[in-house]
């Protein structure tokens, strides 16, 4: 895994307490998302109304757990914002081998100095930070080295790349509708 930078501390709070209250937000958010708990999902996001509900009661379907969650935590645009890359490893119904995966979220702190994935429109400067972040080197060798790990599990577990075909072919049918 790359290795990411320190990020500053905030209102009184040292980096590590906000490494875990960040990683708290995410597993919690995470969990929530596999048990399609709207409640719980509203208290980890900024916007719930940007959570498409259906969406996530079809990936509840395949999705069993989502295990081996770990953050990489960098400095966001402003302060008490984060870039957070979340790797982890998803546990697919009736499929033994574990599917690596990275997600990418923007973390910030709301008046209350509770943190939330960010999920409303950012302005033009934020964006642009986190592009940068996002072409960074240590980001694009994590997002390489996720790639090649679901890659070989692929190209190695026959029903991983069934489940894969079977998805490909329901987005294939769904786009045609």
Do not use: W
């Amino acid at each position: 895994m790359a290795s990411f930078g320190a990020i500053h501390s905030l209102n009184g709070k040292s980096e590590g307490n906000i490494r875990q209250e960040l990683d708290s937000l995410v597993q919690r958010y995470y969990t929530a998302k596999q048990q399609v708990d709207m409640d719980t999902i509203a208290g980890c996001v900024s916007n719930v109304g940007h959570i498409d509900e259906k969406k996530l009661m079809t990936e509840s379907e395949y999705v069993e757990e989502y295990r081996n969650i770990n953050c990489k935590i960098l400095d966001g645009a402003t302060k008490g914002s984060y870039r957070v890359y979340v790797y982890y490893d998803v546990k697919i119904f009736d499929i033994d081998t574990l599917i690596p995966s990275l997600n990418a979220l923007y973390i910030k702190q709301d008046e209350q100095g509770n943190f939330k994935i960010y999920l409303d429109t950012l302005k033009s400067g934020e964006q642009k930070y986190i592009d940068k972040l996002d072409s960074s080197k240590q980001v694009q060798e994590l997002v390489h080295s996720v790639q090649k790990q679901l890659e070989t599990v692929i190209s190695q577990d026959s029903e991983v790349r069934g489940f894969y075909e079977m998805l490909e072919n329901a987005q294939k049918s769904d786009t045609a509708k």
